[in-house]
T-cell receptor
Framework: DAKTTQPPSMDCAEGRAANLPCNHSTISGNEYVYWYRQIHSQGPQYIIHGLKNNETNEMASLIITEDRKSSTLILPHATLRDTAVYYCIVRVSTWHFGNEKLTFGTGTRLTIIP | GAGVSQTPSNKVTEKGKYVELRCDPISGHTALYWYRQSLGQGPEFLIYFQGTGAADDSGLPNDRFFAVRPEGSVSTLKIQRTERGDSAVYLC?????????????FGPGTRLTVT
């Protein structure tokens, strides 16, 4: 799987939009971009994923650049409960092997400031 | 519905002992994954099951580690002759399978401490 680069930490004021960047310049055509987060002492929680197009769900939006070499996760109105480590992962998915492993880096530690 | 559950939540064992960690995936999920997470690091892949068979066990660190999923549902991770370096949180995840890309749902983990 391609490697990703994320800033080690970020702060965001409560109620503001949190924009978390991720660089994946070596991504392949069959690799999806996934975002997970991990709140202290819990298992990772799925947030969103995408292949080419921008995606939005009830938790966040994912913006993928046209060349797919970078993406941004947007939490539109950050709350204190969004304080967590956020992981950007690129992952192969093939019809034959199904959904393979996730390769986590060290992520971005996002702190929401009251 | 019920999520992924793992038992025990905490396990303390002495160096050299044998331990078993259990994972109950979400009902109907055919794919099951084990990861382990050391302090300050992201989770590290260990093994992936598709049904009853191990589709990828490339992350198992050595032959002291073994995992089974005999009926394609519950899985057990087994560690023989535990070492202090095995201390970590062991995470289990499950997902749907098939064409496309599916998210993995993680359990709360088992914290293993080897003294």
């Amino acid at each position: 799987d391609a490697k990703t680069t994320q800033p080690p930490s970020m702060d965001c004021a409560e109620g503001r939009a949190a924009n978390l960047p991720c660089n994946h310049s070596t991504i392949s055509g069959n690799e999806y971009v996934y975002w997970y987060r991990q709140i202290h002492s819990q298992g990772p929680q799925y947030i969103i994923h995408g292949l080419k197009n921008n995606e939005t769900n009830e938790m966040a939006s994912l913006i993928i650049t046209e060349d797919r070499k970078s993406s941004t996760l947007i939490l539109p109105h950050a709350t204190l409960r969004d304080t967590a480590v956020y992981y950007c992962i690129v992952r192969v998915s093939t019809w034959h092997f199904g959904n393979e492993k996730l390769t986590f880096g060290t992520g971005t530690r996002l702190t929401i400031i009251p | 519905g019920a999520g992924v559950s793992q038992t025990p939540s905490n396990k303390v064992t002495e160096k050299g002992k044998y331990v078993e960690l259990r994972c109950d995936p979400i009902s109907g999920h055919t794919a099951l994954y084990w990861y382990r997470q050391s302090l300050g690091q992201g989770p590290e892949f260990l093994i992936y099951f598709q049904g009853t068979g191990a589709a990828d066990d490339s992350g198992l660190p050595n032959d002291r580690f073994f995992a089974v999923r005999p009926e394609g549902s519950v899985s057990t991770l087994k560690i023989q002759r535990t070492e202090r370096g095995d201390s970590a949180v062991y995470l289990c995840a499950s997902s749907q399978s098939g064409e496309g890309s599916y998210e993995q749902y993680f359990g709360p983990g088992t914290r293993l401490t080897v003294t």
